[in-house]
């Protein structure tokens, strides 16, 4: 490997920081760019949040009754459900749900429960002909419609037509596909707010999943959601990243109260670093971003008189329009190589931009208050007309493995087991707290305070301590 030599140093960790980089940025570009790039931070107080809200039974206990049954929840992409039959089987504490297409095309939600003795109709995702009980042989068809009871002159007081299965809200925005258990939601797309807006030009609905790993990590749910939701944490957590990553740079977003969203900019050092050379924020950002179009260090030279932030911007612009034959000279740099990552409350990330798209999903694991399943997809685009290519397999990962076992996770699985690494120790230390409280940073952490106001609506607390 032909790594540029490293000479930069390290500045103090209170010396940097400065939310308006990327404002500057997008000075430069020399596209018009789009108005939903500028800042959008209401601001909140300062108020601690209880470690209890993370490490209590009872907190769970109130998601589980007051906010998982009222909320639009992502289970999954609508190729991963191509064909009749097909199905996903969503679990959320203690609700089960089949997200099932028809043998009419249309996408359905079922509660995976049979109406006979309770046994769940499904205990994974596949293809059916039938929904049929696997304890007494109870059938339904694809639309939940009651087909046949067995020993039927024993069940005479039940009546047929009322015994289909009972339905879930089920809506699709760009080929992602949501659940809701509460039949007077709102419609999906009002909860998703500004986000349709956001991204209306990155054709999501082309999309394909290249890769979706899964693995439990022993700390509860919204320890691990929150792990993305600041970039603050780079220069200590990830500092192989800090030679092409804006970290304490970023620009926090809150829209309404599902959607917040942070802006890191890339290809550009991070401010805790002094005399990083543009050769060197090259190699790092090719061998380690893990979304770039090429990741080869070895094979780019910055030519003279170029930024490797416009070279890496060229380069996927050339990279992701060939992939989706789409003609990308009007995008600006920032949403060809930026980390733009978006939050939909309560448990779904997904990085904006043409390509290069990483999404993230946080699951409680049953009604383990200490245990949650943390889901990764990569996802890229096919060319419009072009039969897709499959879904990638999924990939659980046994308990005691890391995400860098997952090889097609490329330079993120290292990154991953970093953020992991983190979240098991602060289960330890918020159980073992005198202070009983964590405090926030009031700009760089205001996506973390932002998701708490929003839990608060749904439970009632009307309180973020």
């Not at 459900?81 to 249309?106: L, Q």
């Not at 067995?150 to 047929?160: I, N, Q, T, V």
């Not at 299965?165 to 419609?187: C, H, Q, T, Y």
């Not at 986000?195 to 899964?214: G, M």
């Amino acid at each position: 490997m032909n790594k540029p030599e490293e000479k930069f140093v390290l500045l103090p960790q209170d010396s940097a920081g400065d939310p308006d980089v990327f404002q500057q940025l997008l000075k430069q570009e020399t596209v018009p760019v789009p108005d939903y790039l500028a800042p959008c931070n209401p601001g909140f107080s300062d108020d601690n949040l209880s470690v209890d809200r993370y490490i209590s039974r009872d907190f769970h206990r109130q998601e589980a009754e007051k906010m998982w049954p009222k909320v639009w929840q992502f289970v999954g992409r609508e190729e991963q459900i191509p064909k009749a039959g097909d199905h996903i089987v969503y679990d959320i504490v203690d609700d089960s749900i089949i997200v099932m297409r028809g043998d009419d095309g249309v996408i359905r939600g079922f509660h995976n429960s049979c109406l006979h003795r309770g046994r769940a109709l499904r205990t994974s995702g596949g293809t059916v002909g039938q929904l049929k009980c696997p304890y007494h042989g109870f059938t339904w068809d694809l639309k939940g419609k009651l087909e046949s009871i067995p020993c039927a002159w024993d069940f005479k007081y039940l009546k047929k037509e009322e015994q289909n299965l009972p339905e879930v809200r089920v809506e699709s925005w760009k080929g992602f596909v949501f659940i809701n258990m509460d039949p007077d939601a709102k419609p999906l797309l009002e909860h998703l707010d500004v986000l349709p807006e956001h991204f209306r030009d990155y054709a999501f609905e082309r999309s394909v999943i290249i890769a979706h790993v899964q693995r439990k990590v022993p700390v509860n749910w919204k320890v691990a959601q929150e792990a993305f939701m600041e970039s603050m944490h780079a220069h200590v957590t990830h500092p192989q990243l800090l030679t092409f990553t804006g970290d304490c740079d970023s620009q926090y977003d809150m829209y309404g109260d599902n959607i917040s969203r942070s802006v890191t900019p890339m290809a550009v050092p991070s401010s805790h670093t002094k005399g990083v050379v543009e050769p060197l924020v090259l190699h790092d950002i090719l061998e380690e971003s893990g979304r770039m179009a090429d990741s080869d260090g070895d094979a780019h030279k910055l030519p003279e008189g170029q930024t490797t932030r416009q070279y890496i911007g060229e380069l996927n612009r050339r990279i992701f329009g060939e992939a989706s034959g789409r003609d990308l000279s009007h995008v600006t740099l920032a949403e060809l190589q930026d980390a733009i990552l978006y939050s939909i409350f309560p448990n779904t990330q997904i990085w904006s931009g043409y390509c290069g798209n990483i999404l993230y999903r946080v699951i409680p694991d049953g009604d383990n208050h200490e245990s949650c399943l943390f889901d990764v997809m990569l996802l890229w685009r096919h060319k419009e007309g072009e039969v897709p290519p499959a879904p990638a397999r999924f990939n659980r990962l046994p308990d005691d493995q890391p995400f860098s076992a997952a090889a097609e996770l490329m330079a993120l699985g290292p990154v991953f087991d970093q953020d992991m690494r983190n979240m098991v120790a602060m289960t330890k230390g918020m159980k073992a707290s005198k202070k009983g409280a964590v405090s926030l940073a009031t700009y760089q952490e205001s996506r973390i305070r932002h998701h708490h106001l929003t839990l608060d609506k749904y439970l009632g607390s009307g309180s973020a301590k």
